[in-house]
């Protein structure tokens, strides 16, 4: 199977999951990285592996039809079995969206249903909230509401600020991202209505 990834920055979720797919040794094909812009810092990392490497600027189309749509391109040219949204910072359109669907993951830095949207980590302290988190779940047409696959929970602690807190989530992220993609790749990730249900592995 082949994984394309979208990204928008330094990409820390695509390279812990290329890193385990090696240490692994996946049968699995990176097909590409797509960035929204040319200098997201993941696409180095992409190319230090031979992973091939692409920007489509969004600031380039007058529309997020037109992105998506160029965007859509890409990843059907290089061929994917799951596109892997990792830090991507778009809003995808609906059309974008059903052409992926069920096969289509994001992470998110926060315990789903809680705290969807931006700013996840600020919000969190701002609420008191003693655990927070992230979540891997399918891609739907509402923002940070699809079926959840995984979640990691990380304690909030006395002292933390946004980047602490930040740090601490993101390190867990790292450690589900690879298990969600496992997951789907070895094909046990069920939909059921809005749940996964996760098959037991062959036995
Ligand atoms: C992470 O917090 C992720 O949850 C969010 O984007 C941030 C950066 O991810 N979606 P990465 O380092 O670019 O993978």
Known sequence: PSIVT????????FEAIVKT??????????????ANHSAAKGLDFARSQGIPAFAIEHREH???ES??????AKIDELGSDLVV?????????????????????????????????????????EAGVAEHGA??????????????ICQASV??????????LAARVLAAEHQIYPRAVKWFLDGRLRIVGNQVQVQPPES
């Open 135 to 148: 979540s891997v779940h399918f891609v739907t047409e509402g923002v940070d509401e699809g079926p959840i």
């Open 21 to 34: 797919a090696q240490k692994e040794q996946w049968p699995v094909t990176f097909a590409g990285v797509i």
């Open 155 to 164: 304690p909030v602690l006395p002292g933390d600020d946004a980047d602490s």
């Open 67 to 72: 992105f998506d749509a160029a965007l859509m």
């Open 85 to 125: 949204l990792a830090g991507f910072m778009r809003i995808l359109t609906p059309g974008f969206i059903r052409h992926f669907e069920g096969r289509l993951i994001n992470i998110h830095p926060a315990l789903l249903p809680a705290f969807p949207g931006l700013h996840t980590h600020e919000r969190a302290l």
């Open 6 to 13: 979208l990204i928008s920055g330094r990409g820390s979720n």
């Open 62 to 64: 007058a529309t997020r």
